[in-house]
Each structure stands twice: as C-alpha cells, then as structure tokens.
T-cell receptor, first 115, second 108 residues
C-alpha cells in the first residue's frame, strides 16, 4: 500500500461503549500522529509516536483516550466509555522521521458517530 | 498552544494569484511555519514550510515577514483544484497546532 490507511472508515457506536480505531502508516515511517477534527473545525492534535514511544500525551482530551503503537508500525487509538462529544473524524498521519519539519502524510480518517 | 490567525474565507478568480495571510505574533524563535491544505472529504496534504527565509516549491511560495510574526502563502495561478481549506500551522516540536484555516473558493 502506498499511503496511510485507517480502519474502519466509519464507526457508529452507542454512548458508553468502547471503540478502537486503527492506523497503518506508510511502511518505514517512524513517526505517527493522531488528530481529531470535529464538524466544521480545524484539526486538534492528540498524540505523537516516535517508534513505539509517545513522548507527549498531553493532547489527549481525557483519560478515556489512550493510544499505543506496536512494532513501530500499526497504531490503535482507544476511546473508552464514549460520549457524544467524541463524535468527530479521527485522522492519522505518518512521517519518515521524527523530525517535526518532515512532511506528514495523512490517512482518509475514521468518522466516529456516538449516538 | 502556538496560535495562528487566518481569515475564515477568501475568493479568487481562476488563473489569478492568491495571497493567503497568516498572523502568528506569539511565534518563538524555533517554531517552523507549515502550510497544509484539506480538500473536501480528504485528509490534509502538505503544501510548504519554512523558518525564516522565503521558500518556493512546485505548489506554492511562502513569504515570511522579517519579524516572523506573519507569513503569506502564495499560489501563483489558482486552479479549480486549489479550492480547499488552507491551514497555517506552527510546530514547536512535534505538536502541530491547526487553526480553523482559510476556506479558498476559486471562481471559474
């Protein structure tokens, strides 16, 4: 695959349920980013991985949000006990190195709807 | 958060140059200025970035004020495919702070 892929593309869940969102970065990219985009808003930075480590988790909006990355590749963003305000498009991006000035390549996003 | 301010929307005629402004008065000495754009129903895509000097690439030019408190993205000849939301972003390290961006409409 040439680009960043995310799954599922759409997720509808009920309030209070847990969800997992997956990101497959471009092969060989060491840096991985998660963002959230609420309707009509700009992107909100959530977390950044360099390899499997997340040096800064301060962008995560609450302790219901967690993320991990394994094998320096796939990353999963988990939202526990979802709330309606979690409804948004969750975007993942990867970059070839951890240099913050390298181009980030974005996936198509996962649209999460919490009923 | 490293904050940027952009106009909500702009219009341009096709084939004419477009100047998209961005204010970032609180920029620090090590912050790079990045521009990304987001076409409808897609993830953002990289446009250009710079630190102090003006930058050119195949997509656009970036003009950075001498005091670095503002910058301008220049599209030399707007096409219909350039219609998108353009984000001006500061990066103090690996945290990218997107604002709400400028929605560019290109008029045929």
């Amino acid at each position: 695959g040439a680009g960043v892929s995310q799954s599922p593309s759409n997720k509808v869940t009920e309030k209070g349920k847990d969800v997992e969102l997956r990101c497959d970065p471009i092969s060989g990219h060491t840096a991985l980013y998660w963002y959230r985009q609420s309707l009509g808003q700009g992107l909100e930075f959530l977390i950044y991985f360099q390899g499997n480590s997340a040096p800064d988790k301060s962008g995560l909006p609450s302790d219901r949000f967690s993320a991990e990355r394994t094998g320096g590749s796939v990353s999963t963003l988990t939202i526990q006990r979802t709330q309606q305000e979690d409804s948004a498009v969750y975007l993942c991006a990867s970059s070839s190195t951890g240099d913050p000035h390298n181009e980030q390549f974005f996936g198509p996003g996962t649209r999460l709807t919490v009923l | 958060d490293a904050k940027t301010t952009q106009p909500n929307s702009m219009e341009s005629n096709e084939e004419e140059p477009v100047h998209l402004p961005c204010n970032h008065s609180t920029i620090s000495g090590t912050d790079y200025i990045h521009w990304y754009r987001q076409l409808p129903s897609q993830g953002p895509e990289y446009v250009i970035h710079g630190l102090t000097s003006n930058v050119n690439n195949r997509m656009a030019s970036l003009a950075i004020a001498e005091d670095r408190k503002s910058s301008t993205l220049i599209l030399h000849r707007a096409t219909l495919r350039d219609a998108a939301v353009y984000y001006c972003i500061l990066s103090p390290g690996n945290q990218f702070y997107f604002g709400t961006g400028t929605s560019l409409t290109v008029i045929p």
